[in-house]
């Protein structure tokens, strides 16, 4: 199994009950972007779905909370490049939204592992995307993981 899928599953297992993450990853990553260096953070949180079991009666009680099994991996970050671009995206499912805080212009990428090198993941294109002009695949290495703590601390 390469590296990102089995980082991937460690942050499935260790997910909190009723759906909340505390456990993410936050990622490293050397990209080529035609011909372009950037530097990509992107953090990695995997949610696990979870179910609830009632209890008997007419106004039951939950039971339990239990997960089905299946979960949904949120992306988010930045690159930062050699010649001064910026990008922020957020996604999920393996696809993530760009905006280049230079021009405010947004597409949008899906992230593909490189089934021949498990620390590289490629930067496709999405051509079904009515904002993605032109198509490209920039490769990007895995340069570094650190796992963090996201604390949830409401303002109100």
């Known amino acids: 199994m390469g590296i990102l899928l089995l980082l991937m599953a460690l942050l499935m297992t260790q997910s909190v009950a009723f759906g909340f993450s505390k456990n993410m990853l936050r990622m490293f990553f050397d990209c080529d972007l035609g011909g372009v260096?950037?530097?990509?953070?992107?953090?990695?949180?995997?949610?696990?779905?979870?179910?609830?079991?009632?209890?008997?009666?007419?106004?039951?009680?939950?039971?339990?909370?239990?997960?089905?099994?299946?979960?949904?991996t949120y992306v988010s970050g930045e690159i930062k490049t050699q010649s001064g671009g910026r990008f922020v995206f957020t996604g999920s499912a393996g696809y993530a939204d760009f905006t280049n805080l230079g021009n405010h212009s947004r597409f949008r990428v899906k992230m593909q592992l490189d089934p021949r090198d498990n620390r590289k993941m490629w930067l496709v294109s999405d051509p079904t995307h009515p904002a993605t002009q032109g198509q490209f695949a920039f490769p990007c290495i895995l340069k570094g993981v650190q796992p963090f703590t996201k604390e949830f601390n409401p303002s109100w």
């Not at 949610?47 to 979960?71: K, M, Y």
């Open 37 to 72: 260096r950037g530097d990509m953070v992107m953090d990695v949180d995997v949610i696990q779905d979870t179910g609830v079991t009632w209890g008997p009666g007419a106004q039951p009680d939950i039971g339990a909370v239990i997960g089905t099994g299946s979960s949904t």
